[in-house]
C-alpha cells in the first residue's frame, strides 16, 4: 500500500513543530483570535492561526510531492489540494490543521493537528492516522493493523471500560451547544455517570482510545477533517467507532468537506450500542 511509503509521520511532526511555533508567537486570546476576513471552505471564519497551521502542513505534503509521492488533500480551510493524484493508486490526505481552535484562541488546554491517510473514499480506508495535542504535548498515532501508540508507547487494545451503576462512567460529549445538550439529556442520562466536554473531536476521540473516557458523542454532524485521523487511532487501539447517519459503520466520506454524520466511540461493542441511542442533530 502505497500510502505507508511517504514519511507521513516525519511531515506531520514537523508540522506540528513549526505550528508550535506559530502559536508560541501569539499567545494571547487577542492575538489567537484574529481573524484573515475570509471563510475556509468548511464554512467557518479563518483565524490567521489556522491559517498558518495549514500552511505548515501543506508545505510539509509539497516536499513529500517533490519526492515522488502522488496523492490529493482534503484540508478544513482551502479545501482540495491536487498533489498529483492518481485514481489507480488513490491516496487521500485528510486534515484539520488546528481541531479545536476556539480552545487555542482562548488558551484552553485541548487543541491539535490531525491528519489522516488512508487508500480509498471511506472512513473504513484510513490506514494512518496523526493527532497532535499541544496541550499536553501528546502525539497520538494508528496504523492500520499494527495498533496504536501514545508518545511512541502501545495503548492497550484490552483496555476496558468503567461503568457506575451500568452507566458509563465517564463520557465525552463534542457539539456541546446548550440546545442540542437539552434535547439529548435523558439520553445521556440513561447512557453515562457523568460527562466531560473536551472542545475537540479529535482528542476526545484519543481519550477514547485510551481508555480516559468510556466513550464518545457528537450531538451533531461532523466533517470528515475532524474524525479522519482520530477513529482509526481509536480501532487499532481496541475500541469502536460508528458514523450512525450512514448506512455502513465507517461509511462516511472522507473527501466531503461539509458535516456528514455524528461520531459514536467506546470501549465495546455494548457502549456502542448504548450511545447510538442519544438524539443527534
Given at each position: 500500500?502505497?500510502a505507508?511509503?511517504?514519511?507521513?509521520?516525519?511531515?506531520?511532526?514537523a508540522a506540528?513543530?513549526?505550528?508550535?511555533?506559530?502559536?508560541?508567537?501569539?499567545?494571547?486570546?487577542?492575538?489567537?483570535?484574529r481573524?484573515?476576513?475570509?471563510?475556509?471552505?468548511?464554512?467557518?471564519?479563518?483565524?490567521?492561526?489556522?491559517?498558518?497551521?495549514?500552511e505548515?502542513?501543506?508545505?510539509?505534503?509539497?516536499?513529500?510531492?517533490?519526492?515522488?509521492?502522488?496523492?490529493?488533500?482534503?484540508?478544513e480551510?482551502?479545501?482540495?489540494?491536487?498533489?498529483?493524484?492518481?485514481?489507480d493508486?488513490?491516496?487521500l490526505?485528510?486534515?484539520?490543521?488546528?481541531?479545536?481552535?476556539?480552545n487555542?484562541?482562548r488558551?484552553?488546554?485541548?487543541?491539535?493537528?490531525?491528519?489522516?491517510?488512508?487508500?480509498?473514499?471511506?472512513?473504513?480506508?484510513?490506514?494512518?492516522g496523526?493527532?497532535h495535542d499541544?496541550?499536553?504535548?501528546?502525539?497520538?498515532?494508528?496504523?492500520?493493523?499494527?495498533?496504536a501508540?501514545?508518545?511512541?508507547?502501545?495503548?492497550?487494545?484490552?483496555?476496558?471500560?468503567?461503568?457506575?451503576?451500568?452507566?458509563?462512567?465517564?463520557l465525552?460529549?463534542?457539539?456541546?451547544?446548550?440546545?442540542?445538550?437539552?434535547?439529548?439529556?435523558d439520553?445521556?442520562?440513561?447512557?453515562?455517570?457523568r460527562?466531560?466536554?473536551?472542545?475537540?473531536i479529535?482528542?476526545?476521540l484519543?481519550?477514547?482510545?485510551?481508555?480516559?473516557l468510556?466513550?464518545?458523542?457528537?450531538?451533531?454532524?461532523?466533517r470528515?477533517?475532524?474524525?479522519?485521523?482520530?477513529?482509526?487511532?481509536?480501532?487499532?487501539?481496541?475500541?469502536?467507532?460508528?458514523f450512525?447517519?450512514?448506512?455502513?459503520?465507517?461509511g462516511a466520506?472522507?473527501?466531503?468537506?461539509?458535516?456528514?454524520?455524528?461520531?459514536?466511540?467506546?470501549?465495546?461493542p455494548e457502549?456502542?450500542?448504548a450511545?447510538?441511542?442519544?438524539?443527534?442533530?
Amino acid at each position: 500500500m502505497s500510502a505507508h511509503a511517504p514519511d507521513w509521520l516525519g511531515a506531520a511532526r514537523a508540522a506540528s513543530e513549526e505550528l508550535r511555533g506559530v502559536l508560541a508567537a501569539a499567545p494571547t486570546t487577542a492575538q489567537r483570535a484574529r481573524e484573515t476576513g475570509t471563510r475556509g471552505e468548511g464554512g467557518d471564519r479563518t483565524l490567521e492561526i489556522d491559517a498558518a497551521a495549514e500552511e505548515a502542513v501543506l508545505r510539509r505534503l509539497a516536499a513529500l510531492h517533490e519526492d515522488g509521492a502522488r496523492f490529493a488533500a482534503v484540508t478544513e480551510e482551502r479545501g482540495h489540494v491536487d498533489f498529483g493524484f492518481d485514481p489507480d493508486d488513490p491516496v487521500l490526505v485528510v486534515i484539520d490543521p488546528l481541531d479545536g481552535s476556539k480552545n487555542a484562541k482562548r488558551g484552553l488546554p485541548h487543541f491539535a493537528l490531525s491528519l489522516a491517510v488512508a487508500d480509498g473514499g471511506t472512513m473504513a480506508d484510513v490506514a494512518f492516522g496523526f493527532v497532535h495535542d499541544f496541550g499536553p504535548g501528546e502525539e497520538w498515532v494508528g496504523r492500520r493493523g499494527a495498533g496504536a501508540t501514545l508518545d511512541g508507547a502501545p495503548l492497550d487494545r484490552g483496555a476496558q471500560e468503567r461503568r457506575v451503576a451500568g452507566k458509563l462512567e465517564l463520557l465525552g460529549i463534542e457539539s456541546a451547544d446548550p440546545r442540542w445538550l437539552r434535547d439529548s439529556a435523558d439520553a445521556l442520562a440513561t447512557a453515562a455517570h457523568r460527562l466531560r466536554a473536551v472542545g475537540a473531536i479529535a482528542v476526545s476521540l484519543c481519550q477514547v482510545a485510551a481508555a480516559r473516557l468510556d466513550g464518545m458523542v457528537t450531538l451533531r454532524r461532523c466533517r470528515a477533517v475532524d474524525v479522519a485521523a482520530a477513529q482509526l487511532i481509536v480501532r487499532e487501539a481496541g475500541g469502536v467507532v460508528a458514523f450512525t447517519a450512514c448506512s455502513e459503520p465507517l461509511g462516511a466520506p472522507l473527501d466531503v468537506l461539509e458535516p456528514v454524520s455524528p461520531v459514536v466511540a467506546a470501549r465495546s461493542p455494548e457502549g456502542l450500542a448504548a450511545l447510538a441511542r442519544v438524539p443527534r442533530r
